[in-house]
């Protein structure tokens, strides 16, 4: 099975068409800050033949993927292991200043919800772990077997917008006092047992489904690490070059969108009679609002469900 057939990249052609502007210039440097399996890189390579590539991942069996994907590109690719907001320095380490394109495919990977034991994914009993690099940090298990039950609370009604968060965090406490939580069936069982069962018939979708995601976030940084990415790599970005976003939960969109927006607002005070060049915007948005995936290739690629793309244009230096 090749590596095409175990993942199809969400939103390919409009990420292409997107990016395309910004690409064409001699020696143009594109940064995809979520590697992955290489699925969007390799048809950017394919398709820019004087593109240089710069692929990061915190996931080190992505990278493995990647570049057997890539490695018919020769030195046109460069990957390194990082977390996303290492962009800065992953560029400099290629020598480069100034960027044309980045693009964030953001969220879990196809790979990492694919490999039950990993523990991502509350349909597959295995280690409660959740890391995006297995190669450091905290576990999911860890965080449930250490955190508070105020502190379990509050990553699960903000990370997982948990209407139940409290009583999930009570039952939590109260199932790891009589054995520790290891693996994410245990859990599962933990939170079917504590959902009332008026609340299952509602139809929320699985009563883990929430807790999972913010256990997934917890443990990555998600958050943290894209509101400081997003500055980080705009900041890299050339007149004219572009930036796309791609998120599948609204926490991300909407940090991505206050970022997009505040990047596209004239910084002028209010009652100017003329906007002075320094306070003009300093990006352009390419697409209004955030796009959604069209119903046929919802179809095609059920991952592509959730997503929401977004995507800028540099217009004006960098200060």
């Known amino acids: 099975m090749s590596h095409s057939d175990i993942h199809t990249p969400v939103l390919l052609e409009r990420c292409v068409e997107l990016l395309a502007p ?17 699925g969007h890189s390799e048809a950017l390579l394919e398709r820019f033949p004087d593109v240089h590539l710069i692929g990061l991942d915190r996931d080190t069996d992505a990278l493995r993927i ?10 046109r690719v460069t990957l390194v292991h990082t977390v996303y907001d290492g962009i800065a320095e992953a560029v400099a380490s290629v020598r480069a200043s100034r960027v044309d394109g980045v693009l964030f495919d953001l969220g879990v990977s196809s790979l990492q919800l694919d490999e039950a034991e990993r523990g991502f994914a509350y349909s597959q009993d295995a280690p409660l772990d959740m890391r995006m690099d297995q190669t ?11 955190y508070g039950e105020g502190d379990l ?11 139940l968060a409290g009583r999930y965090a009570r039952a939590i406490i109260a199932a790891r006092a009589q054995a520790p939580i290891v693996r994410s069936g245990q859990l599962v069982d933990i939170l079917i047992a504590a959902t009332p069962v008026a609340v299952q018939r509602e139809g929320r979708g699985h009563p883990a489904k929430r807790v999972f995601q913010a256990l997934r976030i917890e443990v990555n940084a998600e958050l943290a690490v894209l509101d400081r990415a997003l500055p980080a790599a705009m900041g890299l970005l050339r007149v004219g070059g572009r930036i796309v976003v791609m998120s599948y939960q609204s926490l991300e969109d909407r940090l991505v969108k206050r970022v997009f927006a505040d990047a596209s607002s004239s910084t ?3 009652g100017l009679p003329v906007e002075l060049p320094e306070h003009a915007p300093r990006f352009r948005l390419l697409v209004k609002g955030a796009e959604l995936a069209s119903d046929e290739e919802r179809e095609i690629n059920p991952r592509a469900t959730p ?3 977004r ?9």
Do not use: Q, W
């Open 22 to 38: 910004a690409l064409t210039r001699p020696g143009a440097v594109l940064v995809d800050a979520t590697e992955g399996m290489g």
């Open 66 to 75: 990647a570049g057997e994907r890539l490695a018919r590109f020769g030195d």
């Open 136 to 146: 450091a940090g905290t576990t999911a298990a860890d965080i449930v077997a250490t």
């Open 307 to 309: 997503v929401r793309l």
């Open 153 to 163: 609370r509050r990553i699960f009604e903000r990370y997982g917008e948990e209407k």
């Open 311 to 319: 995507a800028a244009e540099r217009v004006v230096e960098a200060a």
């Open 268 to 270: 002028a005070p209010a």
